[in-house]
């Protein structure tokens, strides 16, 4: 028999039962479906934290009090020795191939501008901000440099906080309180968003000597080292651990690059990719079963049309391979209709849901169909051997 004999025969003997391949075909449309959805949310996810993380950009390394193996967060590590002070980011900053050091402390405080009020979160930060954090300045400028050990009691708004202080008026100038000093607004900042869960426009930006006094703290949170582009994070983390050491008389610090930060978050996300991949590979092996069951059943009501095809000269390899084919036709469909139905679901989503990342992960479509084909295969393999060992005799006679 042609190859196109086969592909034809097995077309029309799944066309001419459209209810039962239809519903054989559903197991794999669904689970290819549902791989191709979970993935695509998964990747989603995936590419928006990295985007995230990488806002700030990526010649950064932070340095946290404490000595600690475990990443944290910002504040997370309690030192239990010496706390990172002012003067250990100004050190850090003459270091070589340093661009910035930004020494930073975070809080929450009551904001008062004329009879408005209302609580916000405040960083103690240097002048480097817009560099380090890629961040710019919308009006007026951003806190002086020069003034870390007595700075002057100047504040920078984020755009949100700004705009409900001083709706319609300029707030350069102005005097506002934090807590129970006096501020002057020195600028506002231009809209940016949320970063990681955390908004930036909602925020007020004084010096870190202010804010250690506003909060009682002793030492900064963490300083945030920005180095060159062309400059190995390696030897980067050798120079700011020989300084501190020298500083402190001891490795009472940690230090996290953050190509460190993305290489964990990327391998974490990947797993969970990986992961909702999987949960939808379980339609996948439902769909399989259908496949095995149905072709089992199709042998069974075929046998006559078995023998009929032996006794005019088909051979063993012939009756193997019609089934076969048949198996993978079913299979075929399914990843196609699946496939479509997927992607098709996946537009729908970014468009319902703008909030919700979604991007097609190509690889795992693919993986998906490759799949689909292999299935159709292997649950061929079974019904389509004992369609094959059938003798035509035996097989006529059922009939």
Do not use: C
């Not at 980011?89 to 003459?94: D, Q, T, V």
């Not at 980067?236 to 009472?252: A, F, N, Q």
């Not at 005019?312 to 012939?318: D, K, L, M």
């Amino acid at each position: 028999m042609l190859f196109t004999d086969l592909i034809s025969h097995s077309y029309r003997t799944v066309i001419s039962h459209k209810l039962r391949s239809s519903l054989t075909a559903l197991g794999l449309v669904i689970g290819i479906a549902a791989v191709i959805i979970l993935t695509s949310i998964g990747r989603g996810i995936h590419t928006y934290v990295l985007a995230e993380f990488t806002q700030f950009g990526t010649n950064l390394v932070a340095v946290f009090p404490g000595k600690t193996t475990t990443l944290g967060l910002s504040g997370a590590t309690i030192s239990t020795v010496r706390p990172l002070t002012i003067d250990d980011a100004l050190a850090i900053a003459k270091l070589d191939n340093i661009l910035a050091a930004l020494p930073l402390v975070q809080g929450n405080a009551r904001i008062e501008a004329g009879k408005k009020q209302r609580r916000t979160t405040v960083l103690g930060v240097g002048a480097s901000v817009p560099e380090v954090w890629k961040l710019k300045v919308a009006s007026g400028r951003f806190l002086p440099a020069h003034e870390q050990a007595n700075p002057r009691a100047f504040a920078v708004l984020g755009h949100k906080l700004a705009v409900e202080l001083f709706a319609g008026i300029s707030p350069l100038g102005q005097r506002i309180r934090i807590g129970s000093d006096r501020f002057r607004v020195l600028g506002v900042m231009q809209k940016k968003g949320q970063m990681m869960g955390f908004d930036m426009d909602d925020t007020i930006f004084i010096p870190t000597a202010k804010a250690l006094a506003l909060f009682d703290r002793q030492g900064v949170m963490e300083i945030d080292v920005l180095y060159k582009g062309n400059t190995a994070a390696s030897s980067i983390e050798k120079s700011i651990t020989r300084l501190l050491i020298t500083r402190h008389g001891s490795e009472d610090f940690s230090l996290i690059t953050q190509d460190q930060m993305l290489k964990s978050m990327d391998s974490i996300l990947n797993i969970l990719t990986l992961s909702v991949a999987a949960l939808g590979g379980v339609s996948l092996l439902v769909g399989s079963v259908g496949i095995l069951t149905i072709m089992t059943i199709a042998v069974s009501e075929r046998i006559s049309e078995i023998g009929l095809l032996r006794a005019v000269g088909a051979e063993q390899s012939t009756i193997f391979t019609l089934f076969l084919f048949e198996a993978l036709v079913l299979s075929l469909l399914g990843g196609f209709i699946g496939g479509g139905l997927g992607i098709l679901s996946v537009q729908i989503i970014a468009l319902a849901v703008p909030g919700l990342p979604v991007q097609l992960a190509w690889t795992y479509i693919m993986a998906a169909f490759a799949v689909s084909l292999v299935i159709g295969l292997l649950a061929g393999v079974i019904p389509a051997m004992k369609a094959a060992r059938l003798q035509p005799l035996e097989a006529l006679r059922t009939e």
